[in-house]
Structures are given as C-alpha cells and as structure tokens.
C-alpha cells in the first residue's frame, strides 16, 4: 500500500487534470498527421474541442423505441473512463487512487462503459447499430483477455499488483534488464490500441458507409450533449492506452523517491522532467497512429482476428522471454 | 532473454537470438514469397552475425573469416538462388493447408515446447548450447512447419532453409574450438542441395506447368 | 589407398561428364566400377593405412560394406552398358500415362553414377560421424538426378518426394550429430571429435539426456534414408520409378549405407550403456517396417513396388537382428549382404521384364518362362531367395536371425517374426507364380535369346546368393563374426 504524501497527491491530482483537459487533442494530432501525409492543410488541431463545445449547447433528440439505457451510456461511458483513468499513475507519481488488483478493475471498467454503448446501441432497435454492436462485441470478446494477459505478465514482471507500482513505478535497473520484455508488450499493446479505439487497419473511424463501420455506427443516433460525452469518453479511452503504452516503453528514472518508496523528498523540476518526457510519449504514440492509418488500408473484417492474434503472440513472446 | 547486463556481448547475443525467433514467427505469418525470402536473408544474416558474439579464443581474424563465410551464403548468396528461382516462375499466392493464424500459434506452442525442452536437457558443460538449444529448436519447428503446411514446392525449399538455419544455430557455439572444417563441408552440401532442389522445382514448373504438390498424386498405394 | 577409393570415382565422374561419345564414356564407367573392385578386394589382403586413424579407418563392417557396394556398382555398370544400348535416344511415348517424355543426357547421368559411388565409398570407409553424415547426405543429391533419368511426370514426382523427405530426414540426423556433440562435450575432453574411437573411449563422461535425445534424432534421420516405416513412404516410389539399374543401385547399396550409419550408433549406444534404450527402439521400428511391409506387399499389382516394400521388411529385420543381440547381429550382417545380393539382382531382372512387356502391372505379365528364356527362370529363383526359401543365403540369415532372437528368450517377438516372414513369403510367391506360367499375352513375341549384358549380371548375383546358402568359406564367417563384435564389444 502507497502512503501518499500531501506534495505528490496534488501532483496526482495535477496530472489527472492535465490527462481530462489534454485528451480530446489526440484525435487532433492523428488527423493533422494524415492529412499532412495525404499533403492536405487538415483540420484544426482543437476541432474536438470546438466539436464538443458546439454539441453540449445544443439538445439531444432521443428515438422513440429508446429506453433509458440509451441515455445513462454517454454519462456512463465517461464515468467510466474518468475512473480508470484515476487509477493510472502519470509522470512518476503514483495514481490518485491505488489498491492492490486494480490492474484488473481498470480493464474492467473499459469493459462496462463498452457494455453500456452496446445496450444504448441495441436500445435503439435500429438494425445498423445492432451490426455494430455485434461486431464490437466479437472484435472486445478477443481483444480484452489479451489486454489483461498483458497486465498480468507486467504484474508478474514486477511482483506488484497496484497499476501504480507496476508502471509508474518501473525503475530504470528493471527495465534495462527486462527491456525485450517491456518493447515486446509495448508492441501488443499498440496493436490493441488499434483494435479498442477503432482505428484504421481494423475500422476506419472517416467512413460513411454504415455497413463497414464498427464504432460510429454504434452512435448514430445519439446527438447533442449526449454525443459529446460519447467522444470525449472515446477521446479518453485512446489516451488511457497511450497512458499505459507509454509507461512500458520508457523506463522512469525513479524520482520523487517513489521507485525507492522511502523518501517523500523529490523536487519539481525531476517531476516536471518526467511527467514532460511521458507527455511527449504520449504525444508521439498519436502521431505514430496517423502514421499508421496513412499507411495502411483498412483490413477485411475476417482479417480482423488476424491482427489480434499478432497482439497476442507479442503478449506471449513476452511473456516466454520472462521464462528462466 | 533476461537477467543479462544491457550492453554486454551477451546482452547482445539474447537480442540476436529474439530477433531470430520473431524472423520464425514472420516467416510463419508471410503470405508473399517476396517476404519469405527477404526474412530468410534477414534471419541468415543474423546467423552469419553470430560466431562474432561467441567467439573466445585468442585470434581475432578467425571468427570474422567465419562469420564473413556465413553471412556471404546464408545471408546473401542462397536467398540470391531463390530469388532467382521465383524470379523463373509465375506469380502465384501462397496457399498453404493451413491458415498462417493457425501457423503462428502453432509456432508460439513450438517455442514454448523448446523452452521446457531445454530445462528437461539441463545444462551442458559450455552453457552457451543451453542458451541457443530453445531458439534453434523453435527454428528447427518452424522449418519442419513450413514444409508441411505449404503447398508448392518453392515454399517446401524455405522450409528446408529455415530447418537448416535452426541446426546451424545448434552447432554455432564450437566456434570457440576453432575446428569447423566439418561445418564448413556441412555448408557446402546444403549449398548444393538447395541448388539441387531448385532445379527440381524449375523441372516440376515445366513438366506440370505448376508447382503445386498436390498435382503428385500418382504414386500411392 | 583410401585416396585412391575415393578420387579414381571421383575423378571419371568428372571426366565422363566431358566425355561427348557414346563409347569411351561407357569404356570409362566399367573401367572404373571394375578398378574399384579391385582395390576394395586388395583391403582384404593388405590392410589399408590411414594417413589420419580419425578421419579415415576401414574396420570389419566397413570392409563389407566397401566390397559390396563395389560389387554392385560393377555388376550395375556392365547392365548399365546392355541398358544404354537398348534404350533409344530422343522423344518416346509413356506407356502408362501416354505422354512423351525423354532421357536425360547419359553423360549427366554417369557422371551421377560415378559420383553416388564416390559417396557410397566414402560412407564406408570412415567412423567419423560428420564425414558419415556428409556422405550419406550426398549419396541423396547425387542419386535424385538418377531417378529423374526418364524424364516423365511420375519420376519427377517419385524424385521430389525423395528428395525433399530424404533431405529432411538427414537434416534431422544432423541435429542429432550436433546434439551427439553436445552430450559428450566433457570438461577432460572440451575439444572434441567425433570419431568412432574417440566416443568410445570418452564413453564415461556423457550427459544422458542429450545422449538420448542425440539418438532419437539420428536414428530417425537415417531410418528415413533406411527406408525404415513410417517413414518408408518415398521408397516404394523412387524404387517403382527409377531405372533399373538405379533401383538395383539404391536398394543394394543406399540401404546399406544408411543402415550402416545406424550401425555406428548403436556401437557408440552400447558403449555408452544405453543398449537396452536402443535395442528396444530397433526392434519396435524394425517390426513396424515389416508390418507394413506384409500389409502392403499382399495384393501388389506392381511387381517393382513389390519389390520395394520388400526392401523396407528386409530393413526391418536387419533392425530386429541388430537390436536382438550379438548373435542375431551376424545373421543380420549375413543378411544385409545377401539382401543386396538378391535384390540387386531382381531389380535388374525386372527391368527386363519392363522392357519386354511395357508394363509394371504383375498381371498383365503372363507366361515369363516362355517368353523371356533366360530371365524368367533367374526371376522366379531370384523370388524365392528374397523370400527366404532354403537353399539360398537368405535362409541361412533369417534362420540364424532367429535362433538369435530365441537364444534372448523372446518367445513372442519370435513367434511375430515368423508369422510375418510367413505373410510375406505368400504374398510374394502368388502372384510370380502367375507372372512365370501360362501364355504369353498376345502382341509380345517370346524371345530366342537374349542381351547378355543384361542377364549375365543377374546370374553371377544369384550364383553368390546360392553360394553363400549352400558353403559358406571359413574366412567370411570370421569377418562376419568381426562385424557383428563390433557392435557389442567395444
């Protein structure tokens, strides 16, 4: 169990703040990277952030089959997200909420605010979003036992069991010594990004063709405010697994006294140096995205699996390299 | 691949053996012949690359005569010959039995198998045949493989390098006895059965105007 | 004088490869078969002296294997000779499939020849692991041109399923070469080699676990290229597709170096103390290979595949003998030589038959005796010495085989032994019966006479098989009795 102290807690809590506020620009940098790769002038990069704010002035209009379920996914899907993200340590210092095992209830809430889009996206009774839902269903059902097979191997990789002490924590001794390790699942876990944000070689989020889309048909009918918090939950979750990505793929160099766990004594300018270093990772993993999804075509859906199991044979490779 | 200092020759020696095994996984995963070849030279010249990483004797020009010998053929002159034997047949995709999911997978379950293989061996008296033993034996698995799964005879013959690769891999630590005349004529003899092999195919092109085994359905009882 | 073994090949090989007449090339090849001869019989007065023991060594198996392997390769090249003259150059019709097809060229194939005799030779002149392996690796790519010498469809097929499982068995008893390395990589002896001698005389200091697993690959390996079941199934192939002469040639020759690499194994096995872990191992395959070879001789149409499978039974009993103590080993190693003997010479014959009757299938091959004068009698003998029948050699072998097995106290084994070789000897003998008696089929007109370069061979391979039943000379039972001690007294 982490003691926090009254200087890192508000550093945690700075941190969280600067993920919620910081998140939508992800979308953002994807776009302005393909379109500077197709050679186009491209969106603005804060046209998220003008979305949502021209969204939440206006009125959501609800489909007369709809229930409630239809209008607690939005609000569920960012709570959601909100508390996983609470439970990520970002730049050095521990997460603002850590327990033993929350490297399993973070992939569990990802799961419920996906289950709630589900039950919103059947609600509707359309037969689009039922397509929808099937098909993120399938592609989750494969892709969550491989996110928390690669917690596991980073739990066991450190003998720890809170998120915090298994990234934020990873010393720069541990990772110089387990590094093919850590890039292995670095690896995985960008496919899944992919995969969970519906990004191109596995859905293209662009399309207007409702028959090959698997997210944006599940949101279809949802407008105004209720659609706001739809992407910015969505914005969330891409920055959750940048979070996590970018905690494995470079070690940290243990300020703040925090890989030692003895000493409260750090100083700014070390977290400033961490959390700057991390922010950057994450900025750069979103531009590796546009890369990616200028590169490629989107995949047929039966080949969807096929990058799955890539996913997941990185995961094992990993997870064999550990062996002794 | 773990509990080695970052920059030491062994530290590099785990690398090279990583990389030679995700070379095995890709090679399972490839369903272009330009991408086999191209990944059997990669893998043949990380081969070649190791007898510099091993070698411990005192003469420093013998390890690089030897890795110069076997990056030159395994690297670089046998994926020439293929290259040049697919160069002589028609385009044709790959269609193997059995799909390169399946492939993978069952290339993950071969290297695990060598992993408990080699703690089942136990230790030898030079450690290091213990450190190649699980990614030459997964090598060896993923050329056994590929033979099997794949259709057309060009892709039987990768299969055949990729095996060879992984015993190459097995015997690379007696470079630190300085006796590999054995080796050498070992070489040369997968040299000319490569060559051998690929006129075979050519002939087969010519005579079945395919290379698809599944046309030599003729002799059986 | 091993030098000379295995350059005076050698060397033809190349020069007949540019040699552009007919004639001198052929002179060359009987030249050199029949020199060959010589020198491997002159082993048997002077011992040959090795310029490095490590390398090169001839001890009692190899002087067998050697001056069979000449043997054969002699009695092969005076048939080649009849067999070059009565094939007929350019574009012919396929009797089986109806497509033309060619020969290839015959320089190309003598040069082959000559070239699997080198690596024969050198097979059985060396005990060093490696160098045993390097040769038996070449006797396969030098013999996979031989069976593509008729230039069809089904040999392609027969030469790529050859050479693509031999290639992969032998890589596979690489990998045991290596592991064999490994297991007696020792801290007395770092630098190792990997002779015969040296293993045994290191036999103290192995790790077991690699040694086994060593095994295993390499009895695999060379079972493969021993044509042992399962993994026989190349041979009915090569062996039905093949030209005569090369068939006698694999049979006869090929066998026996593979077997003679699992020979050496089993030396370095029981020196090390795991001979009960590899006699078990040897006789399991060993009653495979003749199980599947009693299912699938019984009711076979084609008497040149018959006459394969019958080579993966003969195999299986050389393991059964191996694996079943010293004196069953010299019944085995009686065994090997007149398998190769008889078969040689069968196949031989069954290339006449070929010939004449255009046809492979056993029953439409009616009234032999009649038709061929001198070949059927010699195929109908030849029939019933490889099937084991009293006054040839192969009685002899298989019945001290036998006692070896009982004088262990294995009842059972025994008992399966017989019932299989009962198996086989019927279903082999039904359907010659057949082909030897009864009209000639309309269309084929019986022959007066016939070539004596491809009958005479025949005859002298079936006069030793005889021989070798009825007296056999004191001094070859010795050498017999110093082959099989080999394996069990180190």
């Known amino acids: 169990m982490i003691k926090p102290y009254p200087a890192q807690y508000c550093a945690s809590i700075a941190c969280l703040l600067l993920s919620l506020l910081l998140a939508p620009l992800l979308f953002g940098i994807i776009n302005r990277v393909k379109a500077k790769v197709a050679g186009r002038q491209g969106r603005p990069l804060l046209q998220l952030y003008f979305d949502i704010n021209k969204l939440l002035r206006k009125n959501s209009v609800y489909p007369q089959t709809s229930t409630r379920f239809f209008r607690i996914a939005p609000v569920a899907g960012v709570a959601a997200a909100l508390a996983a993200l609470l439970m990520l340590p970002f730049g050095g210092v521990p997460a603002v909420l850590s327990f033993p095992g929350d490297f399993i209830v973070m992939p569990a ?28 269903s399938l592609f989750s059902a494969m892709a969550e036992p491989i996110l928390i097979f690669c917690l596991m191997v980073l739990a066991y990789a450190s003998r720890e069991y809170s998120l915090s002490l298994i ?34 070689p596995v859905d293209d989020p662009n399309t207007h063709l409702e028959l090959t889309m698997i997210h944006e048909v599940m949101i279809l009918d949802h407008s105004g405010p209720d659609l706001a918090l739809l992407e910015y939950s969505a914005s969330l979750k891409l920055w959750i697994f940048c979070l996590i990505i970018s905690g494995i793929a470079i070690p940290q160099a243990g300020v703040w006294g925090f890989a030692e766990r003895s000493s409260p004594a750090g100083s700014f300018p070390s977290f400033a140096l961490e959390a700057g270093t991390m922010l950057l990772m994450i900025l750069c993993i979103a531009a590796l995205v546009g890369c990616v999804e200028s590169a490629m075509a989107r995949l047929r859906l039966e080949r969807v699996p096929q990058v799955l199991t890539l996913a997941g044979s990185f995961a094992c490779l990993a997870a064999l390299s550990l062996w002794r | 691949m773990s509990g080695v200092p970052f920059f030491s020759s062994m530290g590099w020696l785990h690398v090279i053996l990583g990389f030679i095994v995700l070379t095995d996984l890709s090679l399972l995963a490839a369903e272009h012949r330009r991408v086999c070849i191209r990944l059997i030279a990669l893998q043949g010249m990380l081969l070649g690359a190791l007898p510099l990483l091993m070698h411990t004797g005192e003469t420093a020009i013998y390890p690089w005569v030897v890795a110069a010998i076997f990056f030159g053929t395994k690297g670089i002159l046998l994926p020439w010959l293929l290259w040049r034997t697919m160069k002589q047949l028609p385009f044709s995709a790959m269609r193997p039995y059995v799909g390169s999911t399946v492939c993978v997978l069952i290339g993950l379950c071969g290297f695990m198998l060598s992993l408990w293989l080699a703690g089942r061996l136990g230790l030898t008296f030079n450690a290091l045949f213990s450190q190649v033993f699980p990614t030459s034996f997964t090598t060896i698995f993923a050329g056994l493989l590929l033979i099997v799964t794949q259709r057309t005879a060009l892709n039987q013959i990768f299969g055949y390098l990729v095996l060879e690769n992984g015993i190459y891999l097995l015997n690379v630590p007696m470079i630190q006895y300085e006796n590999l005349w054995l080796e050498l004529s070992i070489l040369l003899d997968i040299l000319v059965g490569i060559f051998v092999m690929g006129i075979a195919v050519l002939h087969i092109y010519r005579v079945f105007e395919s290379t698809d085994v599944d046309r030599f359905a003729v002799l059986r009882d | 004088m091993f030098i ?37 019989l002159s082993c048997w007065i002077i011992p040959p002296i090795s310029f490095n023991e490590e390398i090169f060594q001839l001890d009692a198996m190899g002087k067998l294997v050697l001056t069979l392997t000449t043997l054969l390769f002699f009695v092969a090249s005076v048939y080649a000779v009849g067999y070059f003259r009565s094939e007929t150059a350019g574009v012919r019709k396929d009797f089986q499939q109806g497509l033309h097809f060619s020969n290839a ?38 013999s996979a041109p031989l069976i593509y010498f008729h230039r069809h469809r089904r040999s392609l097929e027969a030469t790529w399923k050859y050479l693509l499982i031999c290639s992969v068995g032998i890589a596979l008893a690489l990998i045991g070469n290596v592991l064999l390395d490994i297991s007696v990589h020792t801290q007395e002896r770092p630098a190792s080699s990997m002779s015969v001698d040296a293993l045994i005389l290191n036999a103290g200091n192995i790790y077991p676990g690699w040694f086994k697993a060593a095994f295993v690959f390499l009895f695999i390996g060379y079972g493969t290229k021993m ?10 192939d090569a062996h039905s597709e093949a030209p005569s002469l090369v068939s006698a040639l694999l049979s006869g020759a090929l066998l026996n170096c593979a077997f003679l690499g699992i020979f050496r194994l089993f030396q370095i096995s029981t020196a090390v103390g795991f001979g009960e872990f590899a006699s078990s191992l040897l006789l399991a395959f060993g009653f495979l290979s003749m199980l599947v070879a009693a299912m699938f001789i019984v009711g076979q149409g084609d008497f040149k595949r018959m006459l394969a ?30 398998h190769s003997l008889a078969k040689a010479a ?42 084991g029948f009293p006054p040839f050699g192969l009685f002899i072998s298989e019945y001290s085989v036998l006692q070896g097995i009982l004088r262990q106290g294995n009842f059972w084994p025994a008992l399966l032994y017989l019932a299989l070789l009962g198996i086989i000897f019927v279903g082999m003998i039904t359907p010659i019966l057949h082909m030897c008696q009864g009209k000639t089929p309309p269309g084929i007109r019986p022959a007066r006479t016939e070539n004596l370069f491809l009958t005479v061979p025949s005859f002298c391979l079936m006069l030793l098989v005889l021989s070798l039943g009825i007296m056999m000379p004191e001094w070859f039972g010795e050498a017999l009795d110093l082959a099989a001690a080999l394996a069990f007294k180190p």
């Not at chain 1, 799961?111 to 098909?135: H, K, N």
């Not at chain 3, 399962?230 to 009915?236: A, G, K, R, V």
């Open chain 1, 109 to 136: 809430l990802l799961a419920f605010s996906r289950y709630m889009l589900i039950l919103a996206a059947l609600d509707t009774g359309s037969a689009f979003e039922g397509m929808g839902a099937a098909r993120e």
């Open chain 1, 167 to 200: 990234l934020g924590g990873l010393p720069a001794t541990l990772w110089l010594a387990e590094w093919p390790m850590y890039l292995l699942l670095a690896i995985a876990l960008f496919l899944l990004l992919l995969v969970e944000n519906s990004r191109i």
């Open chain 3, 4 to 40: 000379a073994l295995l350059c005076l090949p050698f060397a033809a090989a190349i020069a007949s490869w540019f040699i552009p007449t007919d004639a001198p090339r052929r002179l060359v090849l009987l030249t050199v078969a029949g020199g060959e001869l010589l020198l491997a």
């Open chain 3, 105 to 142: 060229p015959e320089a190309t194939f003598t040069a082959c020849l000559l070239l699997f005799l080198t690596s024969a030779v050198l097979v059985a002149i060396t005990r060093h692991f490696g160098l045993l392996w390097v040769g038996i690796e070449t006797t396969t790519l030098v």
């Open chain 3, 227 to 236: 044509g042992v079941a399962p993994m026989h199934t190349w041979l009915p």
């Open chain 3, 309 to 338: 499978y019958s080579s993966v039974e003969h195999m299986g009993i050389l393991l059964i003998a191996l694996g079943s103590g010293m004196e069953a080993a010299r019944g085995g190693v009686l065994h090997m030589i007149n």
């Open chain 3, 346 to 387: 069968l196949f031989l014959l069954a290339g006449n038959i070929l010939a004449k009757y255009n046809t492979k299938s056993g029953h439409d091959v009616t009234g032999l005796a009649k038709t061929l004068p001198f070949t059927g009698p010699l195929w109908l003998a030849g029939i019933f010495a490889i099937a």
